[in-house]
């Protein structure tokens, strides 16, 4: 009964949206704004109007393992659900922020139906013309940002483990690119890749 009584609690965003007429309602949010490397990744999702997904929340709060369940379960059960990414040239050429919204809208355009009213989490999309709440820690308040947090992650860690593969002398599977003591020993030791953000790693060649 707690549980669904939080999943509740969450969902309070997207009632409101409801209330205003809205009904395709996508949340959206990213993963991987601040590693040293590889891309950003942004997911946006459209629930059922009374989606169950237990354990979901944040996905820096969800253990790797739940966060894998649940991929799959929002995958199998929403409505729809897309996911873009920008890579680290992109990050490096137009800056971070930009990137980041560069995914989101690549990832809301793969949505079908497309949503009328957008949940982000702690941005706002001046691009895309659909009426939108940017909400300030919006993958610990609203379900719909949550889910896509989750996907958002997911995605990104699987990816930096298959990119580990290929420059295994960073051990991107272990750190996922962020700026960790082993990740600054490999770069003093080997220097930069080829998928390093030259604009978070100035100092090092």
Do not use: W
């Amino acid at each position: 009964m707690d549980e669904l009584l939080r999943i509740e609690t969450m969902l309070h965003y997207e009632k409101l949206a409801r209330h205003s007429g809205f009904v395709v309602i996508a949340g959206i949010d990213e993963a991987g704004r601040g590693p040293l490397a590889g891309p950003v990744v942004a997911a946006a999702c459209v629930l059922h109007e009374q989606p169950i997904f237990i354990g979901l929340n944040d996905s820096k709060k969800v253990s790797e393992k739940n966060r894998n369940r649940l991929f799959d379960e929002i995958i199998e059960k929403a409505i729809t659900f897309g996911i873009g990414l920008a890579d680290h040239k992109e990050i490096d050429e137009i800056n971070i922020l930009n990137a980041t919204k560069k995914a989101m809208e690549r990832a809301i355009a793969q949505l079908n139906p497309l949503p009328d009213f957008l949940l982000i989490d702690a941005v706002r999309l001046s691009n895309v013309a659909i009426q939108q709440r940017s909400i300030t820690k919006g993958d610990s308040l609203s379900f719909s940002i949550a889910a896509a947090s989750i996907l958002a992650k997911v995605t990104r860690d699987r990816l930096m483990v298959e990119l580990s593969e290929l420059y295994p002398q960073y051990n991107f599977a272990k750190h996922k690119g962020y700026g960790t003591k082993e990740h600054y020993e490999a770069i003093k030791l080997h220097g930069l890749c080829a998928i390093h953000r030259r604009t978070f790693t100035k100092g090092y060649r």
